[in-house]
């Protein structure tokens, strides 16, 4: 984990895909929050939504309600996306800057 974080490596996790192949017992005990809280950019993905059980709103959605995360950690989870995606940095920076000034609003 500490070169996960160390090195800003991105993690595309998938909660319900996680369920569904018994990595967890049940989404109340997924590790998404340890991982946020860790450091890790991490981000909420759906794998293969016919067979798993939901596309990307599904995963946050039941995710977020079975583990109770709040909103900051939905700030570092749309962060984390754009951290890790593969668009132009100059696109990237201004749509992190948006997000963070959003944020910082609330």
Do not use: W
Request: glycine content about 4%; hydrophobic content about 45%.
């Amino acid at each position: 984990m500490r070169r996960l974080a160390q090195d800003r490596i991105a993690l595309t996790v998938c909660p319900l895909s996680n369920l569904k192949l018994r990595v967890f017992p049940n989404l109340a005990d997924h590790n998404l929050r340890q991982l946020l809280d860790a450091g890790l950019v991490a981000t909420v993905n759906s794998d293969d939504p016919a067979y798993f059980g939901g596309y990307i709103n599904d995963n946050f959605l039941q995710t977020f309600a079975a583990t109770g995360l709040a909103a900051q950690h939905a700030y570092q989870l749309a962060r984390n996306s754009f951290v890790a995606s593969f668009i132009e940095e100059d696109a990237k920076r201004r749509y992190i800057e948006r997000l963070d000034a959003a944020f910082a609003q609330q």
